[in-house]
Every structure is written in C-alpha cells, then in structure tokens.
C-alpha cells in the first residue's frame, strides 16, 4: 500500500536516505528542510523549520517521520522539537516515527544503566543523549497519538552501502560478536521504511543495528 510520508530534516542527513528509500517503494514523500535547494532526493522538499509546522501542512500524511538533527551544541532543541510534534498530531490519524537515540537504550540485557549514563562521559553526545531520554518520556506517557521511536545504534554509517538486512531489537543496544553497534544509513531507512509499512511497533522503542 502506497503511503503518504512527511519527513522533518536536512539537506544531505539522514532525512534523504529515508526518502531515497520510501520512493524507491513507491510512497509519497514531501520533506521539510532547512536548505530545499540542497535537497537531493526523491520527492517534494519544502524549506521550514519543525517548530514552524502547523497543523494543517501534516493532514494530508498517513506517517511523518522526524529525522530532524540540531546543531551541535543545541541538543535540548530535540525536547522543543518533539513536544511541538506531539502537539501538532494529537488526536489525528497521522502517525509518528522519530528517529531516537542510543543514547536512551539500556546498555547490556540487565537493564540496569541507561546507555548514555553509563558510556557517555561528556561532550555532544551526551548531552543529546539525555535530551532524548526526556523525548522518550514524553513519548511514553503520550496517549494521543501513535508514535513509533527506532533507536539507532552507536554508529550511522553515512557512506555505507545498502545491504537490506538488518537486525531488529527491543530495549537494549545491539552489538555484534566485536562489540560494535553499527548500521548504514541506508540500512537504517531500509528499517524505517519497513516500520512505515508494516506498523509492528505502536507506541514502542525499538532498536537496529547490522
């Protein structure tokens, strides 16, 4: 089934990878940027910020996926950006699909350290990490819209190759028999996309990695 994807990010991130891979398959995709003109991928581009959506430009979607990445240094955006997303879709048919953090797993199967408490010492990372873990929240005590957030792992790989197999997971960060946590960026929207059409996480955290 065709669907109708609105997609929230930037020229030459992660956004155009989801977009490149929802066209190939046949969606709809309209993305709103920052820099349309840089835009290289399939589909519409539409230069406005998220905090500038309104309700009426995300009716006509059937999914919006927030792949939206904030500068360096202004991490709790993330917070800003999510609740006005919330907002904007409560009580609407529009699904939800956030690109989250592996900050907010949980490090191994016990479950006792979140992953960015526990790896993270300091700097950008950190700090987004805990930002997302307050999105997280506000996702999960959320009842009024049908959210979906895929965690990625530790490392996005920008020029790796397509592949279309991944590995999926719950809570937990994934990790491979050398203890890396990796996934193409293509790969990770070949994941995206298959959340898109398929819907097998309402309302839940889950996880990717290669």
Do not use: C
Request: avoid cysteine.
């Amino acid at each position: 089934m065709t669907s109708t994807i609105g997609i929230i990010g930037v020229a030459g991130g992660l956004a155009e990878h989801i977009a490149t891979e929802a066209e190939a398959r046949g969606h709809r995709v309209t993305a709103f940027v920052d820099d349309s003109e840089r835009w290289s991928a399939p589909g519409t581009a539409v230069r406005r910020g998220p905090r500038d959506l309104t309700r009426a430009d995300l009716a006509e979607f059937d999914v919006l996926i927030n792949a939206y990445q904030v500068p360096t240094g202004r991490e709790r955006d993330h917070l800003a950006v999510n609740r006005h997303l919330l907002w904007l879709l409560a009580r609407s048919s529009v699904r939800l699909i956030t690109v989250g953090d592996p900050g907010t797993l949980f490090a191994d199967a016990s479950r006792t350290s979140i992953y960015w408490q526990q790896s993270v010492i300091r700097g950008p990372r950190r700090d987004a990490g805990r930002a997302m873990e307050r999105v997280y929240f506000l996702y999960k005590i959320n009842r009024d819209v049908l959210w979906t957030y895929l965690a990625p792992p530790i490392e996005l790989v920008g020029d790796g190759e397509r592949t279309g197999h991944y590995r999926a997971g719950g809570d937990v960060l994934l990790t491979d028999e050398q203890g890396r946590s990796r996934i193409s960026n293509a790969d990770y929207a070949v994941a995206m996309v298959d959340e898109v059409e398929a819907g097998a996480h309402p309302r839940r955290m889950f996880t990717v990695a290669a």
